[in-house]
């Protein structure tokens, strides 16, 4: 079976799953302690050692990252993106391990920006903090159709909801949506999460449970929108790729999403990867290197055909 070639004692896969199995009704402060110190490792121990150039920046409060590809690349395009953690957890340096590969695959600038983390900022801080990000690219004189969004895990939840925030305020949307393993529903509900809870290596249901309620409280209704973007409108939603790993417990939050985006008369791909489990594509893999490739093909697609 394809998850017997995980080596679950990679020191990465290991920060990796400390990350996202600390867990249960609520999150403890130690709980958040050993999460982000288990992401700053994971950060760490991907970091990009060549191919681009990183350059920090501000927008009022906001820590951000430009990562551009060393070599000839398209300076028309940017790509927003929103990094994982269960909104609880993870920074620049956790971030730059996808921001670097999105960069070196597609040629395009990358933005990466530290949004405020819960539980000391719940809902809605985190969109809050993204808007300006897509905001500041505006007023850089980028065109809503030059950049594409992209995020993983709680990171593609918080794209999807800037979507459609853009897109229910009848403003322009960006070009694409790139998400890696995007977590869609936070009502946790989907038969996924028990078909898939013992051959998962890096999520957990308690894991997901805790996380949400530091994210939105308990006194709310998870299948709202704001929290549960596949409960939302997609119509008139930009071309979007999914990319979700067979092994987890998040894969039907995927398969959903795009029959949702199918269902408005909208354009999505979905990519399953057999051998893959929760961003897969953050390891320094052979089957990340191949999913990379498939992204810029898709990009390449999109942006220029």
């Not at 960006?174 to 393993?181: D, Q, R, T, V």
């Not at 961003?279 to 320094?284: A, D, F, I, S």
């Amino acid at each position: 079976m394809a998850l017997l070639k995980i080596n679950l004692n990679d020191p990465l896969m290991k920060a990796l799953k400390a990350v996202n199995s600390i867990g249960g009704k609520s999150l403890t402060e130690e709980d958040l302690k050993k999460q982000r110190a288990a992401m700053e490792v994971a950060g760490k121990l991907a970091a990009p050692t060549g191919d681009v150039t990183v350059e920090g920046f501000s927008i009022d409060d906001i820590s951000c990252e430009w990562v551009k590809p060393d070599f000839a690349h398209n300076p028309q395009y940017v790509i927003l993106y929103a990094h994982g953690g269960g909104y609880t957890c993870g920074g620049l340096s956790y971030a730059r391990i996808l921001a670097a590969k999105l960069a070196v695959a597609t040629g395009f600038s990358v933005v990466s920006f530290e949004y405020r983390l819960a539980p000391e900022h719940k809902y809605p801080a985190q969109l809050e903090d993204g808007m300006k990000v897509w905001d500041y690219l505006m007023e850089r004189g980028y065109g809503a159709k030059q950049v594409l969004f992209a995020g993983d895990s709680a990171g593609g939840n918080l794209v999807l909801c800037m979507t459609m925030k853009l897109l229910k305020e009848k403003q322009l949307s960006p070009k694409s949506l790139i998400l890696f393993s995007p977590w869609t529903d936070m009502t946790a509900s989907s038969s996924s999460y028990d078909t898939y809870a013992e051959k998962d290596p890096i999520l957990t249901k308690d894991y997901v449970l805790g996380v949400r309620e530091a994210y939105a409280g308990s006194a709310v209704d998870f299948s709202e929108e704001r929290f549960s973007p596949l409960n939302g409108n997609f119509t008139g939603f930009p071309p979007t790729l999914i990319m979700v790993g067979r092994n987890e417990i998040l894969l039907d939050d995927s398969i959903k999403l795009q029959k949702r985006i199918h269902k408005a008369g909208g354009s999505a791909v979905i990519d399953i990867e057999k051998d893959g489990w929760h961003v897969y594509q953050q390891m320094p893999l052979p089957v990340a290197t191949r999913a990379m490739k498939r992204v810029a093909d898709y990009i390449s697609a999109v942006v220029y055909t």
